[in-house]
Nanobody
């Protein structure tokens, strides 16, 4: 089973930036898609961005123009670059990998944006 480890969360002021990392325990070229979700307190988990094995990517409308997703195949790592952060971006961010008809979640990393 693929294991995922997220890192890079923290406390940042509004307007600041953070880069989240999601390191996979296997060759990410064997993973069909890797995604970032987030869950704010009292809210449902929502999809933020995803990137396919091919490199094709998509970000949700709520973060478009501020967040980008990218991957480094050599490091088996997917990144979420978050710029112009807003207090409403405060959430636990989770990485998820889809492969072989199943999926794996990471443990999550907290992002807190102060106003």
């Amino acid at each position: 089973q693929v294991q995922l480890v997220e890192s890079g969360g923290g406390l940042v002021q509004a307007g600041g930036s953070l880069r989240l990392s999601c390191a996979a325990s296997t060759n990410i070229l064997d993973i069909n898609a890797m995604t970032w979700y987030r869950q704010a307190p009292g809210k449902e988990r929502e999809l933020v961005a995803n990137i396919l094995k091919s490199g094709m990517s998509h970000v949700s409308d709520s973060v478009k123009g501020r967040f980008t997703i990218a991957k480094d195949n050599a490091k088996n790592t997917v990144y979420l670059q978050m710029n112009s952060l807003k207090p409403e971006d405060t959430a636990v961010y989770y990485c998820r990998a889809f492969y072989s008809g199943t999926s794996t979640w990471g443990q999550g990393t907290q992002v807190t944006v102060s106003s």
